[in-house]
């Protein structure tokens, strides 16, 4: 029959206009169904009904732990008065090297007696470049770059705003531990126990059984890139 | 479970009943050319050595009496320490399935001349043009060689090992500028012009080179209508490269009578990113990301295929959870993928906008589920060799992950499919427009090297998943879905019935998801810089959304980055019978046969 | 009020401090000024022109989730000529920029361009390869950057807020297309195809280094 297609067409477009206002009804008590933090997660899962806009920049969907967006290099807590703290980067060079798109730049430090120093003089990134596709973090042996959950970044100019340098890059472990929690928890947890593992080796000798060395938690192992031992 | 990897593995006995056609081919071909036929045997490749002056037979007997008549895939390699210029065949069978007999053809590499395949296998006209423009490899009986991903006029043949950009560094990946002296640049600053191009030697612009376009209209008439008293030329017209319904950068030339089409012809290269060479000096790892951004809607199974091909090479095996979250993935990117191209296929075909919105808002839970396990939206690069990079996450969108996949799987999908199915596939509108337009017949979708849900609508039973199963496929139930008539329903009705599919093969990986909870997902530690134990080649395929997806890998001993690098692109090779399928369809029909193929530029033009 | 007036509007007219409250200088600009871009700003156009996998995102931005219709931007033009914004939205390659510049100078003004992704900005990934134009700047004036490989909707929608707030800060007195004569306002030269890419802009010079190399050969042959 002609035009039972267009019935069936507007009936389902009906059915998601009168949704949107019946959710707007059960949020009306709870806060509202709009720039509330509560109905936007549950709007943007799989119970969401009707209109399922994300009002950018009002409220925000919010990324994962593992989403990826530019690199940063992360250093230590600031001491207070100063924007960051000491580097983590030694300037190892494998996340130059296993850039896809070499979108990394690393100046090597120099110690006065002319050997290489474990820390970057200078580091740059061109997110002109980069392809957010994450090996350096993943490779990084150091915990030292991580990619970033900033995403607005829109510049008027990127001659000027588009080569990241160290200033630019550095942020606090703070930061780190802000937008992606369970993961930093993890790492940290890892280094002791990488820590812990070699003072098990030192006290116990090299022919200890190994089922009686310390454990990663199950918990901290997944958040991680699988690492074979951990290192 | 680790065994039944290795069973797949073709020189394992598991597969013999597969390989015996093969190799009976082999022996056949071998037995009726003893003199243009010839095993290869360089070290790791597979195959059949024939001489160029007898291809033609060859492929013709191979085709007609052994059977093997799926020319899947046309690679050109520049062996430039052998001074040969060498194209590879990979030839399958659509009836028996199993693996591919894969010719190598030498030719000298100063004149490069091949005779050309597409009178027996017509698929072959793009990919033969291809090699023509990327290597400068001349098929001889080609009715059309022009250069198809670059333009006419483009100086060189860019895949040649011999030739260096503009933005050259180094043969190889990392390069030596990075570190330890790392000095900022941007690479344009470096030329005289401050961008990307240079010139031949000695080139004057005068303004003659200028008309690329020519070549294009050459052998259109403008002849008046014979019919008295109707002034009517024949019309060129230009669909693209920026028009709305060419899903992205393709451009048709195509020649009309009154609004009828009679002859069409697709332009593309222009999303030629050069995603060969730049492989090509990558490492291998390196490719990864790189292989997103070919199919950009199903970057999941873009990963699978590439894994797949490297993990030939390196013989890793990979660990049982992992193979099930990858089937978990590509099988999602499916229903992902379909979801986009049938919610442009109604664009097409009329219905803007609202059935397209409704699918992509679930195509965003998948992506939701994506983004929370790979870290982006679109460009996972997931999978690694040996594995994939991390387990499942816990939580997705504030659910727990199993429970989201669940009622994504079981109820959601479901409702949206059957929500979908009733409002279109007995729209009248939408069958009047579709039915019978665009018919392909089985024999030329064979032919033509079709691949996917447009080989299966027109009749042939072949996908790569039951074929030549890869991962775990082989345990796994589900049906092939096949249609008939060939035409826009067809394919449209095969991505239904192949999303439905996916949800049966979803629900049996599912269980295995859980059962395996905290399995590792990776064979060893990954490693960065990977050195190929052992030389050879590598054909690694998969059955992505749109077709057959193949890596074509070559690498030496000791190597860390392939020797060649080539992609067989399922949208770019379901072009090559587009003109034919358009042939006396009007213009509104043109819009609508493309949307039922559905291409990415991405991987059109790599 | 008083002080800001003088030196904004016309500094020749002093007004008493005793009328500074009720007395406003302005000129026609000012008085306009936030007419005119708040319909600027809440009508933007954006032409229907996907590249490459930012498209996608694009389209994602504008589709439900996401919702451009929030901005008055759900309006994508298949044509240029009714077009305000062009997102070049991937890479842009050799063989396509005759294409985008043409298509640039079809649009009518006032006209914006959002660079989308590390690709349109700067090559991207891709920069390396020989078919790929290291940045669409080099062609035509871009006025937003969006980093990102794809930039996620929301990054998208970040930059056409940025491409809104640039909007707020134009004057009708000083915008370049009511003007005569002003450089930004002419057509781009459409590049051509020769051997590799030709920017007509760069003619000179492409002549000038043919003639430089020839020169340093003859001298080569003649030592």
């Known amino acids: ?231 | 479970m680790s065994e039944m990897i290795l069973d797949d593995q073709p020189q394992d006995d598991g597969t013999a009943v597969n390989q015996n056609p093969v190799e009976r081919a082999a022996a056949l071909l071998k037995e009726r050319f003893p003199d243009a036929v010839t095993d290869d045997t360089r070290d790791g490749y597979t195959g059949l050595m024939v001489s160029a002056d007898k291809l033609v037979e060859v492929a013709t007997a191979l085709r007609d009496d052994i059977g093997f008549d799926y020319l899947s895939s046309v690679t050109g390699v520049d062996q430039i320490n052998d001074n040969k210029m060498e194209v590879v065949y990979h030839t399958y069978s659509i009836d028996q399935g199993g693996s591919g007999l894969v010719l190598h053809v030498q030719v000298d590499r100063d004149n490069p001349v091949l005779p050309s395949l597409t009178p027996i296998w017509p698929g072959a006209d793009f990919q033969e043009r291809e090699a023509w423009d990327l290597l400068g490899i001349h098929f001889d009986g080609h009715h059309d060689l022009r250069r198809i991903l670059t333009w006419d006029g483009f100086a060189g043949h860019p895949l040649r090992k011999d030739w260096k950009e503009v933005f050259y560094e180094e043969d190889h990946k990392p390069f030596g500028s990075r570190w330890p002296g790392g000095e900022v640049f941007r690479a344009e600053e470096k030329t005289v012009y401050g961008k990307n191009v240079r010139y031949p030697e000695g080139w004057l612009p005068t303004g003659d080179e200028y008309d690329v376009e020519t070549e294009m209209y050459t052998g259109i008439t403008y002849t008046r209508d014979q019919q008295s008293g109707m002034k009517t030329d024949k019309l060129t017209v230009n669909m693209g490269p920026q028009h709305p319904s060419t899903h992205g950068v393709f451009r048709m030339v195509v020649t009309l009578d009154g609004e009828t089409v009679i002859d069409l012809k697709p332009v593309m290269g222009y999303l030629h990113r050069n995603h060969e060479k730049i492989g090509e000096r990558n490492t291998f790892i390196q490719n990864l990301p790189y292989t997103d951004r070919l199919d950009y809607l199903s970057s999941m199974s873009n990963n699978h295929g590439y894994v797949l091909a490297v993990e030939k090479l390196l013989g890793s095996t990979v660990p049982e959870r992992a193979e099930w979250i990858r089937i978990l993935m590509v099988e999602l990117t499916r229903i992902c993928n379909h979801m986009w191209a049938l919610g442009f296929l109604l664009n097409d075909l009329g219905a803007l906008q609202t059935p397209m919105l409704y699918f992509y808002l679930e195509r965003e839970l998948i992506l939701d589920f994506f983004e929370e396990a790979a870290g982006s939206r679109m460009m996972c690069n997931y999978m690694r060799f040996g594995g994939v990079a991390y387990d499942l996450p816990d939580y997705v969108r504030e659910q727990e992950t199993i429970s989201f996949l669940e009622e994504l799987i079981y109820e959601h999908i479901p409702a949206v499919l059957d929500q979908g199915d009733g409002l279109m596939t007995n729209n009248e509108i939408v069958r009047a427009r579709s039915i019978g337009v665009g018919i392909l017949s089985r024999e030329d979708a064979i032919a033509y090297s079709t691949a996917g849900p447009v080989l299966r609508a027109s009749g042939a039973q072949y996908d790569v998943r039951r074929a030549e199963p890869y991962s775990y496929y082989e345990s796994l139930d589900f049906d092939i879905p096949v249609r008939y008539n060939g035409d826009i329903y067809d394919r449209y009705l095969i991505r239904m019935d192949e999303m439905r599919q996916s949800l049966r093969i979803l629900e049996q990986v599912l269980p295995h998801i859980k059962a395996t909870k905290g399995a590792p997902i990776v064979d060893g530690k990954p490693q960065y810089a990977i050195r190929m134990p052992n030389a050879g080649e590598s054909y690694g395929r998969v059955e992505n959304p749109k077709g057959e997806l193949g890596y074509y890998v070559t690498t030496r001993r000791r190597e860390s980055n392939p020797d060649r690098y080539h992609v067989r692109a399922p949208s770019f090779i379901n072009l090559t019978p587009l003109g034919k399928m358009c042939e006396g369809h009007k213009v509104a029909d043109i819009v609508a046969i493309l949307g039922s193929i559905d291409i990415v530029l991405g991987e059109v033009d790599r | 009020m008083t002080a800001e007036n003088s030196a904004a509007g016309s500094p020749d007219i002093v007004v008493p401090d005793e009328l500074g409250n009720n007395v406003v200088i302005t000129n026609i600009a000012k008085l306009l000024d936030p007419v005119y871009n708040w319909g600027r700003r809440n009508s933007v156009w954006p032409m229907v022109f996907g590249l490459a996998c930012c498209a996608i995102e694009m389209i994602c931005t504008a589709a439900s989730r996401y919702d451009l219709a929030r901005f008055g931007m759900e309006v994508f033009r298949a044509t240029p000529r009714q077009s305000d914004l062009m997102i070049v939205s991937g890479t842009v390659t050799k063989k396509m920029v005759p294409t985008i510049v043409r298509l640039y100078n079809q649009m009518p003004e006032p006209r914006y361009v959002l660079s989308m992704g590390a690709c349109a900005s700067g090559g991207g990934p891709f920069k390396e390869g020989y078919n790929v134009v290291d940045g669409i700047d080099k062609f035509i004036p871009v006025d937003v950057y969006v980093p990102g490989c794809p930039p996620t909707p929301q990054a998208l929608i970040n930059g056409l807020i940025a491409l809104q707030e640039k909007i707020d800060q134009q004057s009708i007195a000083t915008v370049p297309w009511y003007r005569k004569s002003d450089p930004t306002t002419d057509l781009v030269p459409v590049p051509v195809l020769g051997p590799d890419l030709v920017d007509l802009r760069q003619l000179n010079l492409i002549k000038a280094e043919a003639l430089k190399a020839k020169e340093t050969a003859e001298a080569e042959t003649a030592v």
């Open chain 1, 1 to 231: 029959m002609y035009g039972l297609g267009i019935l069936k067409g507007m009936a389902i477009t009906m059915k998601h206009f009168v949704d949107s206002y019946l959710d707007d009804i059960f949020w009306a008590a709870r806060g509202g169904r709009y720039y509330n933090d509560e109905a936007l997660k549950v709007r943007q899962g799989l119970k969401g009904k009707g209109v399922k806009t994300v009002f950018y920049p009002e409220e925000k969907l919010s990324v994962p732990e593992r989403f990826r967006f530019v690199p940063f290099l992360v250093t230590d807590d600031p001491p207070p008065g100063q924007k960051w703290g000491k580097d983590w980067c030694t300037s190892c060079g494998i996340c130059a090297k296993v850039c896809p798109p070499q979108c990394i730049w690393i100046e090597r430090g120099v110690q006065p007696n002319g050997r290489p120093k474990p820390e970057p003089n200078q580091f740059y990134i061109d997110i002109d470049i980069c392809m957010n596709c994450g090996f350096c973090m993943e490779f990084c042996p150091f915990d030292a770059i991580k990619l970033d959950h900033d995403y607005e970044l829109a510049s008027y100019d990127r001659t000027t705003a588009h080569i990241h340098d160290k200033e630019r890059l550095s942020k606090p472990l703070s930061y780190w531990r802000e937008i992606a929690p369970k993961k930093a928890a993890a790492e940290a947890a890892i280094r002791d126990h990488v820590d812990e593992l070699k003072a098990w080796k030192k006290a116990n000798g090299r022919d200890a059984d190994p089922s009686t060395a310390p454990k990663m938690t199950e918990e901290n192992t997944k958040q991680l890139f699988y690492r074979g031992e951990y290192y």
